[in-house]
């Protein structure tokens, strides 16, 4: 029977979620206890809480680069926790953008082909249009052709956007975005996030120990000893 898709005003959508690390000589940590949540299509979802707290393993689940003890992720219609490894690569290529803090890029590539790698690793043409306007929209159009190395950090961190949003895909995650840039990059970088989602109905999910980025946001879930707190946990109930 085929897994029941969640329905399209929700892109993300998770329930029952529970990871365990465990290490010899160390006692079990469970950084994620039951999570369930969803986020909205067009808006900017920000998963708050202190170091240690488990907002980033629970966004590693959500993004299917973690794999869950327990409970089930859907992103974009697709079920991520029944995939096979082969089939969970591709789908984070085709569905899914991922915004590093530390911005991952290639350093022996220029801006262009760091920010076209993701698609072209999976034999799709880059649509030239889409990564123009991006590029211009992030302010980087007269970067392109310059290595890593040769940008701001500011820039670094548009570039990484770029190549997260270029696929079109069904919702980007954002591991502190901010957290290496100044405050007048952050609040530039926030604003073209939050229009990104506002204006062409991106789903964004952004980990953040910022209050500053938790108040831009437009819903908040508090995490807490691997548990989500208060009335912002959104408790979906799939079949």
Do not use: M, N, Y
């Given at each position: 029977m085929p897994s029941p898709v969640p329905p399209p005003e929700s892109p993300v959508v998770a329930e029952g979620l529970t990871k365990t690390f465990r290490r010899a000589g160390h006692s079990p940590v469970r950084a994620v206890d039951d999570v369930s949540l969803t986020a909205r299509t067009g808006a900017v979802t920000a998963i708050t809480g202190p170091s240690g707290s488990?907002?980033?393993?629970?966004?590693?689940?959500?993004?299917?680069?973690?794999?869950?003890?327990?409970?089930?992720?859907?992103v974009g219609g697709v079920e991520l926790t029944r995939?096979?490894?082969?089939r969970l690569a591709a789908v984070r290529r085709q569905r899914?953008?991922?915004v590093f803090q530390a911005f991952n890029l290639m350093p022996s590539l220029s801006a262009r082909d760091n920010i076209t790698l993701p698609v072209e690793l999976d034999g799709r043409a880059v649509d030239e249009d889409r990564l123009a306007q991006l590029a211009e929209r992030l302010g980087i159009a007269d970067r392109l052709d310059h290595l890593p190395?040769?940008?701001?950090?500011?820039?670094?961190?548009?570039?990484?956007v770029a190549r997260a949003v270029l696929a079109d895909p069904a919702v980007v995650f954002a591991d502190e975005p901010t957290g290496a840039l100044d405050r007048h990059a952050a609040t530039a970088l926030l604003d073209l996030l939050g229009g990104l989602a506002h204006d062409h109905g991106l789903t964004l999910v952004v980990v953040t120990?910022?209050?500053?980025?938790?108040?831009?946001?437009?819903?908040v879930l508090a995490m807490d000893e691997g548990r989500l707190a208060g009335a912002a946990a959104v408790q979906p109930a799939l079949p």
């Open positions: 488990g907002k980033t393993t629970l966004l590693q689940l959500l993004a299917g680069l973690e794999r869950p003890d327990a409970g089930r992720v859907h995939l096979g490894e082969r899914i953008g991922f190395s040769e940008l701001s950090g500011g820039q670094q961190q548009r570039v990484a120990h910022d209050p500053g980025v938790a108040a831009w946001a437009d819903d």
